[in-house]
């Protein structure tokens, strides 16, 4: 009994003190974390007049998700990303990156793998299967066009059923079915709805353009289309 009074009164004095005089033990303060920005998508690398953001930017500068990329008549932009692969954006072309797609704004594009978002259709490789894939989605005063130069394509919205565009094909939507039979055309798929037809063609057949044209496609359009099924739609490293 007088070791546990000895103890308590041994206590006594400390449990009078005042809070404010007791020793604290030290707390290290959280440290914020550094504000985290955008991923960073693509780098990019330019030839002629290319803007980002409506900003005029050097060669070697960094994209990232939510960026808009435009070039001019003399522009040409590559984005290269190793996880992505690389995008080229031809001259007078607008396009949008986001983390797992670009949207095609106005202008001509090619993908050796990313999505392209065309309106609201998604064109992508075909499949996993589809090795080493190079794609062209084109779209100038409204008027579309999508090349599968290496490996099949596919054009796809909710809600409808995809096209599947074969390798060394491309296709163009035709809303006017009536002018022309399914049996007239080089090869036609129905496309997801409210979009018409979709009339695919061999891009080796020189009267593809000329049947584009006689659906009433300007001479803008028929210039986009010989643009983007010449030589110049082939990348220089395929």
């Known amino acids: 009994m007088r070791l546990l009074a000895s103890l308590i009164?041994?206590?006594?004095?400390?449990?009078?003190?005042p809070l404010s005089t007791l020793p604290l033990p030290a707390v290290?303060?959280?440290?914020?974390?550094?504000?985290?920005?955008?991923?960073?998508?693509?780098?990019?690398?330019?030839?002629?007049?290319?803007?980002?953001?409506?900003?005029?930017?050097?060669?070697?500068?960094?994209?990232?998700?939510?960026d808009t990329v435009a070039t001019?008549?003399?522009?040409?932009?590559?984005?290269?990303?190793p996880e992505q692969g690389r995008v080229e954006i031809r001259r007078d072309t607008l396009v949008s990156v986001a983390a797992r797609e670009i949207t095609l704004k106005g202008g001509v594009v090619a993908s050796d793998?990313?999505?392209?978002?065309?309106?609201?259709?998604?064109?992508?490789?075909?499949?996993?299967?589809?090795?080493?894939?190079w794609f062209v989605v084109a779209d100038r005063d409204g008027q579309k066009l999508v090349a599968a130069y290496r490996g099949s394509v596919l054009v796809a919205r909710e809600g409808g059923e995809p096209l599947v565009i074969p390798e060394g094909?491309?296709?163009?939507?035709?809303?006017t079915p009536d002018e022309k039979t399914e049996a007239d055309l080089p090869g036609t798929n129905p496309a997801p709805p409210g979009g018409g037809h979709w009339a695919i063609f061999s891009l080796t057949s020189g009267t593809a353009v000329a049947f584009i044209v006689s659906l009433g496609a300007t001479a803008v359009f028929a210039s986009m289309v010989a643009y983007t099924l010449g030589q110049e739609s082939v990348s220089p490293s395929n």
Request: proline share 16%; no cysteine; charged share 10%.
């Open 169 to 175: 094909f491309y296709a163009v939507p035709s809303n």
């Open 28 to 66: 290290p303060l959280p440290v914020p974390p550094p504000p985290a920005g955008p991923p960073v998508v693509r780098h990019l690398s330019t030839a002629g007049t290319v803007w980002i953001n409506a900003t005029a930017l050097p060669s070697g500068s960094l994209i990232y998700n939510g």
């Open 113 to 133: 793998g990313l999505p392209v978002r065309l309106g609201a259709d998604l064109v992508r490789p075909a499949g996993r299967g589809e090795s080493n894939p």
């Open 72 to 81: 001019a008549e003399n522009g040409f932009a590559l984005l290269t990303a």
């Open 9 to 17: 009164a041994g206590l006594l004095p400390l449990s009078t003190l």
